[in-house]
């Protein structure tokens, strides 16, 4: 890894806004570290700037584990600038039916728990040394559907981006005696390959009466990571085109 470059690790990055914020980062430079459980396109790895990408299932804690001595091994005492928690799991029935409190396997909920919730915890305690080296920053990606019923996102992927909200809270407060920020990025409706036909129903929900971009919600994320939000910390930024004002 060059000593210039500033770093970033990522979570979820084969695809939609994972795959988007990658070619952010890129764009501007940075040397990117990312995980996901498929394989990113060859043409992705080609990149100069994309540094390794493990294949890993962050809903297992112990790879989890092993993914966070590994990226540390890469990064070899070199700072890290950001950490992007990204991946996250929304299951749905074999049906596409929505997953409510009455209809969903508990042991469903703890694995979207553990990938949603306890991954981004775990990869904050276990990069913060890095972080704190680069005064670096964390941006947790929450959801709209974590501040109301959504009609298609169910309860577990519902509570359990609420809770990583409140998450971001607490580890802004305490990983600001490292020099370090923390913050979340809210997407509304996300035209990805999770959206389908259904999603159209909600467009007049929206103020701006369209559906964002991962490219916009790449944007959001970048800019946090950067000097301009130096004074930012604990804050949710929802990119919903102003579907969370409803």
């Not at 309860?155 to 802004?172: D, G, P, Q």
Request: hydrophobic share 40%; charged share 20%.
């Amino acid at each position: 890894m060059s000593e210039h470059s500033k770093s970033v690790v990522l979570t979820g990055a084969s695809r939609g806004i994972g795959h988007a914020t990658v070619k952010r980062f890129s764009d501007e430079g940075w040397r990117i570290i990312t995980c996901s459980r498929e394989e990113v396109p060859e043409a992705c790895q080609r990149d100069p700037n994309w540094t390794r990408h493990i294949t890993v299932d962050l809903a297992d804690p112990g790879e989890t584990e092993n993914f966070i001595r590994e990226a540390n091994e890469l990064l070899a005492d070199q700072p890290l600038h950001a950490l992007v928690n990204n991946a996250a799991i929304s299951p749905k029935t074999p049906f596409k039916e929505r997953l409510g409190c009455l209809n969903g396997d508990v042991d469903q909920w703890r694995k979207v728990f553990e990938l949603n919730f306890f991954a981004p915890l775990a990869l904050g305690r276990g990069f913060a040394a890095a972080l704190r080296r680069g005064a670096g920053s964390v941006v947790n990606i929450t959801s709209i559907a974590g501040h109301e019923v959504h009609p298609f996102a169910g309860s577990a992927y519902s509570t359990s981006k609420a809770a990583l909200s409140a998450l971001t809270r607490e580890m802004a407060v305490e990983f600001a005696e490292m020099g370090v920020r923390v913050n979340a990025v809210a997407p509304g409706e996300i035209e990805t390959a999770m959206i389908g036909e259904e999603y159209e129903a909600l467009i007049p929900r929206i103020p701006m009466h369209r559906m964002g971009t991962p490219q916009e919600v790449a944007a959001a994320v970048y800019r946090l990571c950067t000097e301009d939000f130096a004074y930012v910390t604990g804050t949710e930024i929802f990119v919903t085109g102003g579907q969370h004002l409803y």
